[in-house]
């Protein structure tokens, strides 16, 4: 069983940074996508920042495209997301998840991604 526990977030105003990270277990780290979702009050969840094992393959939002990095340790089975220049629109539950099944690179669809995390707030004032 595949167990996601995100940490990092909090209050901040605008203009400010936090650094999330999510800890995985259960199973091997290194050879699965890893990314992170978003949910705003009303609004429906969307993709922040995703990116393959190796590498290969990364994936932003564009509203956070020069804002927001994905990083990963794979010896610490942690992946991360810095954000900078924070927004009041960037306020949500940030979620962090993963995928242990093959098949084509779609980190955009909710279902493309098998685990998820409990989440944690962020929430940047104005």
């Known amino acids: 069983q595949v167990q996601l526990v995100e940490s990092g977030g909090g209050l901040v105003q605008a203009g400010g940074s936090l650094r999330l990270s999510c800890a995985a277990s259960?199973?091997?780290?290194?050879?699965?996508?890893m990314g992170w979702f978003r949910q705003a009050p009303g609004k429906e969840r969307e993709v922040v920042a995703a990116n393959l094992w190796n590498g290969g393959a990364t994936y932003y939002l564009d509203s956070v495209k020069g804002r927001f990095t994905i990083s990963r340790d794979n010896a610490k089975k942690t992946v991360y997301l810095q954000m900078n220049s924070l927004k009041p629109e960037d306020t949500a539950v940030y979620f962090c998840?993963?995928?242990?099944?093959?098949?084509?690179?779609?980190?955009?669809?909710?279902?493309?991604?098998?685990?998820w995390g409990q989440g944690t707030q962020v929430t940047v004032s104005s």
């Open positions: 998840v993963t995928r242990e099944r093959a098949g084509r690179w779609s980190p955009e669809s909710y279902n493309y991604w098998d685990y």
């Open positions: 259960g199973r091997t780290f290194s050879s699965y996508p």
